[in-house]
């Protein structure tokens, strides 16, 4: 088993929310061990936009790493994750 941390954040709708699901669904396929604090953070870069709130979350997974990075995006896919180029 690899221990992970994985950087969650969200600044659209119900952040709170959002990190909530998004730890749910990592749970369906991975242990989380230990979850931050949620810190609130300003955007970088393109500023028109929300705040971000985000947490780390520290998993165990068997998952090697190209199939955890395809699972994690379709977590977000599924959240339906708007991503800008930045």
């Known amino acids: 088993m690899a221990v992970v941390f994985i950087g969650l954040g969200s600044n659209m709708g ?3 929310s959002n990190l909530q699901s998004a730890v749910a669904a990592i749970k369906k396929e991975c242990t989380v061990t230990k979850i931050s604090s949620l810190y609130e ?13 985000n947490c780390v979350v520290k998993i165990q ?9 395809n699972f994690l995006q379709g977590i ?7 991503k800008r180029e930045v």
Do not use: C, M
Request: aromatic fraction near 12%; avoid cysteine.
């Open 61 to 69: 997974t068997s998952l090697l790493p190209f199939a955890l990075l």
């Open 14 to 16: 119900d952040r709170k």
């Open 41 to 53: 953070t300003e955007p970088v870069g393109y500023k028109n936009q929300d705040w971000f709130l």
């Open 76 to 82: 977000e896919k599924h959240l339906k994750k708007n």
